[in-house]
DNA sequence: CTATAAAGCTAACTACAGTAGCCAATCGTG
DNA sequence: CACGATTGGCTACTGTAGTTAGCTTTATAG
């Protein structure tokens, strides 16, 4: 029997593409196994079970989410940082379907790499928000406010729950366009 | 053998009863029909398998969300309407986990009570937008902000997004309260 | 009081996750 | 180069959940 030179990052690579493709909880060893072209028990060599395979995907789509909003901010600040973060999510998401419902996953308090994954994430966010000078309560619920609109929206769109067949794109930036608004005069709101 | 006196209305409140104990993607057959002293294929007499029952499940949750914010929003306007809509919405979702989950299923186009029943939810959200004064596009944009930032702070803080031993209420009336300030200001905003 | 429909059952099948243990390919070291 | 240890993939098997077929008994309508 030749060997399929198999290796966790190919199985999860394999994965990761299958999930985007047919969404994370239709994620199977039985698929994964027949597109590696290989039978379900040689992926253990690799891979510690299901739920395992799914906290390497979602400790590697944090991180990469995480990246690529890191990336989009670099050298902006204040409003234009959170156009470039709102983007860099936004895109992000829509190109990986899979991995972004992975993103949403608890972090499990018991996995170094999860919760580390999870706090890198959220201090991307925090880090853009540093140019409207906020501290304390102020910069938490900032935070808090950005992540849940961009969130809330991404998902409601993956979801399907803009039915009407106005532009999404817009309706989105006007969010943005609120949200910094809204945060140019925080300490004085509400 | 006595019979057990079940309808299909029995069955779905067992099930969502179950989904708010332990999650939707955990409730299964074979956990329900043990909780109603009876074996797994007589749950077949009154729902069609896993996924018809989810399809219940899902249309009675947002039916009942929707009927939770509507009934929040009777008498009031404007920046009145959004703080009852968002209290009752997130108030619901905390009482409810399970179903709220069901609420975000995509609606399925073919099964007609659903789609009624996801655009029901959403013309509650457009209508206590009324006072506002908003028509067309500016709308179809205020209404998906508010889903999207009342969907997204609810979805994080439900999946222990939120970490810091922050005050989460206080986060929420503030996300809040940025909302309606951009809503006042939607026409001229961005 | 009987005929029929409905409700629950047992038995069986399928699909998938996971485990045990075998055998062959590869690699490190003398 | 050779040979022993390690590793990777396999077959075979188990357990669990969803689903279907078809039987039996209960309830109900006429």
Chains 1, 2 share one sequence.
Do not use: C
Request: net charge negative.
């Amino acid at each position: 029997m030749p060997r399929a030179g198999l290796t966790t990052a190919r199985v999860v690579e394999e994965a990761e593409s299958l999930a985007d493709a047919v969404g994370l909880s239709n994620v199977s060893l039985v698929v994964i196994a027949a597109r590696l072209d290989v039978r379900v028990p040689s992926l253990y060599k690799h891979v510690n079970g299901l739920d395992a395979l799914h906290s390497l995907i979602e400790v590697r789509a944090k991180s990469q989410l995480g990246e690529a909003m890191a990336r989009s901010a670099v050298g902006v600040a204040s409003a234009d940082a959170v156009d470039a973060l709102a983007l860099a999510y936004r895109a992000w998401a829509r190109k990986f379907p899979g991995r972004y419902e992975a993103t949403l996953a608890v972090p499990k308090p018991d996995d170094a790499a999860s919760v580390a994954a999870s706090e890198r994430t959220v201090q991307v966010v925090f880090d853009a928000l540093s140019g409207y000078g906020l501290e304390g309560d102020d910069a938490v619920d900032a935070t808090r406010a950005l992540r849940a609109a961009l969130h809330g929206f991404v998902a409601l769109e993956a979801a399907g729950g803009f039915a009407l067949p106005h532009d999404v794109e817009r309706s989105y930036l006007r969010l943005v366009g609120a949200l910094k608004h809204s945060l140019a005069h925080w300490k004085t709101l509400s």
